[in-house]
């Protein structure tokens, strides 16, 4: 397996400018100050933590840059979580149709496993 070497920091930034985002804004976003924000853009490396939460603010997955031999199916992204619904929470739970419509499971129905999403 080949290790991809990313300057993580630069690829940030390239997001933001991109965005035409401010770094006060963007700074706002993930709970820094300006000063903070531009030693991320000098970083290497960065803890996953951050890294999620810069993706969110950014709405842009950097995981992806780590593993470029995977197919990203054109610019959609595919999520795999779980959610555990207690049988007594079941009644007032509900998925939103978005979801559902691209997953194999029934809304609403007990054992809900959206690992078994179709592309």
């Not at 197919?71 to 007594?88: A, L, Q």
Request: charged residues 25%; aromatic residues 8%.
């Amino acid at each position: 397996m080949k290790i991809v070497q990313i300057h993580i920091g630069n690829e940030i930034k390239n997001v933001v400018e991109k965005k035409g985002i401010s770094i006060k804004k963007f700074g706002d976003k993930i709970n820094c100050n300006r000063t903070n924000v531009y030693d991320i853009f000098k970083r290497t490396s960065i803890d996953t933590q951050l890294l999620i939460m810069i993706s969110h603010a950014l709405e842009y997955n950097f995981f992806e840059l780590f593993v470029p031999n995977q197919s990203t199916n054109g610019s959609r992204t595919k999520f795999v979580f779980e959610i555990e619904v207690s049988p007594d929470d079941l009644a007032s739970f509900k998925l939103p149709d978005s979801i559902c419509e691209k997953c194999s499971v029934m809304k609403n129905c007990i054992g809900i496993n959206l690992k078994q999403i179709h592309e």
